[in-house]
Each structure stands twice: as C-alpha cells, then as structure tokens.
C-alpha cells in the first residue's frame, strides 16, 4: 500500500501544497533563505495536509481556505520538529543532519519560531475566527506535551496514562487539528467536526505508537535517526513502559534511563524488546486505536476521501519508516 495511491483523490492538490511550501523559502534573507531550503528539500509524507484535504472532501470542497490550512499544518508539524531537535540535541532528521546540527541551537529555535509565525499567517486567511483559535489551542497543547516530556525525562515512575497525555498532546492534537479544519473548512455539518476530530485524534494515536514501535525495530538508515532515539533521550515510550511493567526489578531500561541513556543498555532494551512479544502487544493497541479511527468513519458519506481515510490506517500499522 502506497501513499501515492492513498493521496490519489487529493494528490493535484497536495502539489500544490509542496509547491506553496516550496515558495517560503524565496525570501531576499540569505541566512534564512538556504534554511527554509533546507527544510523544504527534507519534507516528510504529507500525511497532515493530507488529512485537512481529505476530510474537507467529504462536503464543500473550497481550496481558497483548504489549501492554506494545510500549508499551515504542516508548517506547524515542521516547526515543532526543529524545536523538538534542538531540546533533544538531536543531530540527524529524516537521514539529515538536523537544523541544531548545522546552524546550532540558537538558530534552530529562531527559524522554528519563524514557521510558526508564518503557519499562522496562512491559518489567518482561512477567514474563520473558529479553525484561527483551533489552530492556536492546538500550538498550547503540543507545547504543555513538549513540557511533560521534558520534565519526565528519565524518570521510572510514568504510567499508560502519562505516555497517552502525551502523544495526545504530541502527536493526535495535530492530527485531530488537520481532520476537524478541514471538515470546519468544507461547512460540514457539526456531527460530522465531531466524527473527523475524534477520526484525527485515533489515527494520531496510532500514528505515534507505531512510531514508537519504529523506533526499536527499525534501522537507522530506514528510520532517518539513530534505533532508539527516545529511550537515549531519557522519553518512555509504550514498548519501554511495557518492559518495566513486565519486569518490574532490574531490566536494560531501567538501567538505560539510571545512565541516561548509555549505549550499551539502550542496545540491551533493543534486543529485549525486539526478542519479546511486546512487538506485537504493542501492535495489537495501536491497530485498536485504528479501528476506533475507523468507526467514526460509518456515519460520514462514502467517497474517495472515505476510502483514503479508511487506507491511512491500515497504512500507518505496515509502514517501516
């Protein structure tokens, strides 16, 4: 299953969207210029602009506000990712060195702090007052999920609850931001905001756990960052969480966040986990998440998008990167 066939009743429109992206980074700014670039040509899937296209499908489909909300969220989701790197010191992105990495902290922070300006800029000419102030609780809500992280980096004591919070917060606010615009955008009725919220928020869910199942089962030519990166940067994710519930005295996690983040115990939970069948546990929750993703869907019209939303997540749980 590929995202070329998934994006097929939107894919003209998501060009446009890359194209619009494509377009910041023409500024008369050398230094900021060649960044914007360099963030541009290491863009990811697409997968939330997708959504705000797709859900806004489903009713009046109107590009003159569409097309700018998805710029928008993905310049959100952008952003957030050159923050998240310059907090986690991180030195490569999707097989690149990271912005932090080349121009350094400082610079990677102003240049996040500027997508963020202009995420809000495109948000802005949406015209509606409601998905403007979606947008700017969405940005609150993923930073207090930044801030739980950082405060619990490295501590034991975290709970299924707490790691939820957080990739709600992290992760599934963005998505549910992308899929409740789009349906806001397109004049759907209210019922149907609710259906593509809730849709947005389970595949987001989803999205982030199989993420974190990747990120101990994956290569890092594959996963475009070293196996691991979490647990090294001290964040419990499920697959960790469930080798301390399954083991509650020593284990190479513990011992990996006691050290944080020394290599040999992170390589230690790497086998452990990848040797168990936490694998599949961990699997079983998040295809859970998709099938909740999928019920939402029954009440809406059945079209293309429909189909394309129904594929995003059986997607998401086979994807390898």
Request: with cysteine; hydrophobic share 40%.
């Amino acid at each position: 299953m590929e995202l070329t066939s998934i994006y097929a009743p939107i894919l003209q429109d998501l060009n446009k969207v890359r194209d619009t992206l494509k377009s910041i980074s023409r500024v008369d700014f050398p230094w900021l210029a060649e960044q914007l670039g360099y963030v541009v040509r290491s863009a990811g899937k697409g997968i939330r602009p997708a959504l705000t296209l797709l859900s806004g499908k489903f009713y009046n489909y109107d590009l003159r506000y569409l097309l700018p909300m998805a710029v928008s969220v993905e310049l959100m989701h952008t952003a957030t990712l050159i923050h998240d790197d310059a907090i986690d010191n991180a030195v490569v992105r999707r097989g690149q060195p990271t912005i932090n990495k080349i121009w350094g902290d400082e610079n990677a922070i102003l240049l996040g702090d500027y997508l963020f300006a202009k995420a809000g800029e495109y948000v802005s000419d949406t015209l509606n007052p409601r998905v403007i102030k979606l947008f700017s609780q969405t940005l609150a809500t993923i930073s207090s999920g930044e801030i739980n992280q950082l405060l619990d980096a490295f501590k034991v004591e975290q709970s299924h609850e707490n790691y939820l919070q957080r990739i709600a917060r992290k992760t599934a606010s963005l998505f549910s931001l992308a899929t409740e615009s789009g349906a806001i955008l397109s004049g759907a009725p209210e019922s149907s905001v609710t259906l593509l919220r809730d849709y947005g928020y389970n595949l987001g869910v989803a999205f982030q756990i199989a993420d974190d199942i990747l990120d101990f089962i994956g290569t890092e030519e594959k996963l475009g960052k070293p196996v691991a990166s979490d647990l090294i940067q001290g964040t419990l994710t499920l697959p960790s969480l469930l080798v301390l519930e399954r083991l509650p005295g020593d284990n190479p996690v513990r011992r990996a966040l006691a050290s944080r983040g020394n290599r040999k115990y992170v390589n230690e939970a790497i086998r452990l986990i990848k040797n168990s069948p936490i694998v599949d546990e961990c699997y079983k929750i998040a295809a859970e998440y998709c099938e909740k993703a999928r019920q939402t869907l029954k009440k809406l019209p059945e079209n293309e998008s429909h189909k394309s939303l129904i594929d995003l997540t059986e997607y998401i749980l086979i994807r390898d990167k």
